[in-house]
């Protein structure tokens, strides 16, 4: 058996089976280090283009440029050119005889300069920062307006705008300053027919001699002038690029008034230079490193022939109202030829009479005015010296101050008025030396009682006429008239005269508590001059341009306020006054009229009067105001009666000389009805005061009480209107009164006033 199975094993072509190793332990592989793994990219989808992301502002600036052009191309068709507008030119003053008086403009005389005399560095500096293209496009540059559309949708600023220099021709020369769709459509029209009339240079040259460049610039040879001191042939880069700069910015780019954007117009101008290739970067550079180099802003004044006699007054105050009728630009730049009614003869007299005066540094100031009976004003002195201070005394608030208390000058209105209404100027009331009227002023909490005395005290008996009272100046009757008469119809007749000034309805305004200005107070006595009609007064006769056409006509202008006979009753009073009352001092020995007036503590001291020919209204005082009283100007307090009334004769005296100044009608009766019951007829005696006495007005009679005498009673005016109560004020009306010789004067408390007339 175990040699079978051997035989079996050992079977002839079998190999035996092989043997079995034991498995071999697999190996380890050897440890790795874990090398960092790389963060896995962001898929971002790609931009979109320029183009998709603006789509809306694209698609809004090609709408708005076809609405422009479809726009433009209607009003092109359908606006005809204008005519041409001649170049900027000076406006001149005339006097009442034709001569020159001045001229009104930049300081330089405007003169339009050829292209050839601009510098190629300011045209470069101009093109560069307004219009680059302007060689190139057709009078608009749609690509221009493309640009600074962008600009603006993008919130950033550009040197140069939208319009070209032909259509910022158009708009300065013929379509003005507004800012409206259908003005710029027509400016787009305009701009391409001048384009197709005119020649490039042609249309730089008229551009560049009437741009605005601010300081009353009009052109680059007055811009020149006013920032440099030099014509425009010499600007160099610098200079140029300012000026440039300007045209943007006229007023807000200035040196003293904003240094720092004055910087950035230029700096934007070189920087648009250099970027069309005018100028290098090195020398952009230069340039910003130094200063502007601009001279001081210089008041510009007008140029006045006669300087040394106070014309400037006159003639600033004729400019005012020429800018007030034809706008600055026109006035400076119009080539105005304006007839005025100044006569400088009498301007002479009157500033002389004055400052020949008032010659000391420590004394007052003066003003005058002087109208003829066509209501010409022939002389104004405004002031010593126009250049130390431009305040025009002479015409209140109009001269860029305010008014002066009229003192007892306005007396004569509130006369004027009771004779328009019937009332006999031989009506008599008290004369105390103070009078008590119960609830005739106005006081913070209502109506209060009035007290008003007269200058020193003085007591002018217990029958006053109204002629007495008017060439004495007697405040206490005056007080009781405007009671009876009432306050408001005062205010009525005051401005019929002619004040224009404003007024309040307050009973103090008969003693000179209102403010009013030397040519209120000239015009109002003119009236009385004209025998009742008002003239008003006139400065300008007649402005005509520079071709000689008449643009405005100033014509002579008559107003009825009083009838002949009641103006030859109010002039009968007011020539006492000259005569042998207050005013004597004035008397040149001819026929006239006059009033004098001292507001309370001397603050202002008038005389106004004239005769029939000339008036004159003269004022003095401190430009400060009433804090500044006259109480003591040469030893002396000064009242109406006294300066005022030396001044107002030399002047007459000179400018009445060899004229016959004609006469006012005799009176030989004063009819009318009697304010009370009493009637003084009038006497060429002098009405003499006696001691103090004190009067109180209430209901329908009136104690009066003298020092040596006993108490009497006298029938009291009867109050022929019914006003309503003012208005309250925060402080009591002001007082005036008092005058030369033995005018008197009012114990209502002053509001005081430092604000120059």
Known sequence: MPSSSRSRSRRPGRRPPPKKRPAAKAAKPPVRKARPTAPKKKVTTPPRSWTWRHRKGLFLMVLGGFTVI???????????????VPPAQTTFLYDVHGKRLASLDTGQT?????????????????????????????????????????????????????STITQQYVKNTYLGQERTFTRKLKEAALAVKIQRKLSKDEILERYLNTVYFGRHAYGVQAAARAYYGKDVGELGLNESAYLAGLIRAPELAQPERNMQLALTRRHLVLEAMQRNRKITEARRSAVEATPLGVQALRKVDPAVEHESDGTDYFVDYVRRQLISMFGEAAVYSGGFRVK?????????????????????????????????????????????????????????????????????????????????????????????????????????????????????????????????????????????????????????????????????????????????????????FSTFANLGERVDPRTIVEVDGPDGH?????????????????????????????????????????????????????????????????????WMG??????????????????????????????????????????????????????????????????????????????????VTNKSSSSTTVPGPAPTSTLPPPPPTTSPPRGGGGGGGQETTTTVPRRRNNNSP
Request: glycine share 12%; hydrophobic share 35%.
């Open 70 to 84: 479809a726009g433009a191309t209607y009003v092109y068709f359908r606006l005809p050119l204008p005519k041409d």
């Open 110 to 162: 405007r003169v339009a300069v050829p292209l050839t005399k601009v510098p190629k560095v300011l045209i470069d500096a101009v093109l560069s920062s307004e219009d680059r293209n302007f060689y190139k496009h057709g009078g608009i540059d749609p690509v221009g307006i493309v640009r600074a559309t962008w600009a603006d949708l993008r919130n950033r600023g550009t040197v140069q705008g939208g």
């Open 340 to 524: 005025t009614s100044l006569d400088p003869g009498a301007q002479r007299q009157a500033y002389q009479a004055v400052y020949g005066t008032l010659d000391r540094d420590s004394d007052p100031k003066g003003a005058v005015v002087a109208l003829d009976d066509h209501g010409l004003v022939r002389a104004m002195v405004g002031g010593k010296d126009y250049k130390t201070s431009k305040v025009n005394l002479a015409v209140g608030k109009d001269g860029g101050g305010s008014g002066r208390q009229a003192g007892s000058t306005f007396k004569p209105f509130l006369l004027a008025e009771t004779v328009k209404e019937g009332y006999s100027v031989e009506s008599a009331l008290p004369g105390p030396a103070k009078v008590v009227l119960p609830k005739a002023d106005v006081g913070p909490y209502g109506p209060r009682d009035w007290t008003v005395t007269n200058f020193d005290n003085e007591d002018y008996g217990p029958k006053v006429s109204l002629i007495d009272a008017t060439r004495n100046s007697v405040n206490t009757v005056y007080a009781q008239l405007v009671v009876a008469i009432g306050a408001d119809k005062l205010k009525q007749m005051a401005a019929d005269l002619g004040v224009k000034t404003p007024l309040q309805a307050v009973n103090a305004m008969v003693l000179g508590s209102q403010e009013v200005s030397a040519m209120d107070m000239a015009t109002a």
């Open 550 to 618: 008449v643009l405005k006509k100033f014509d002579e202008k008559r107003t009825r306020v009083l009838d002949r006979q009641s103006a030859a009753i109010v002039d009968f009073c007011l020539q006492q006054v000259v005569q042998r009352g207050t005013g004597v001092g004035a008397n040149i020995g001819k026929p006239m009229i006059g009033k004098t007036g001292t507001t309370e503590n001397f603050g202002d001291a008038w005389f106004v009067g004239g005769t029939r020919k000339l008036t004159a209204a003269v």
């Open 622 to 703: 401190y430009p400060e105001g009433a804090s500044h009283a006259m109480d003591n100007v040469r030893g002396i307090h000064v009242n109406g009666g006294s300066f005022p009334a030396t001044i107002f004769k030399k002047f007459m005296s000179a400018a009445q000389k060899g004229v016959d100044p004609g006469s006012f009608p005799s009176v030989s009766s004063f009819p009318g009805k009697l304010l009370k019951g009493t009637k003084v007829i009038f006497s060429t005696s002098t009405t003499t005061p006696s001691g103090p006495a004190t009067t109180v007005v209430g209901g329908t009679s009136t104690t």
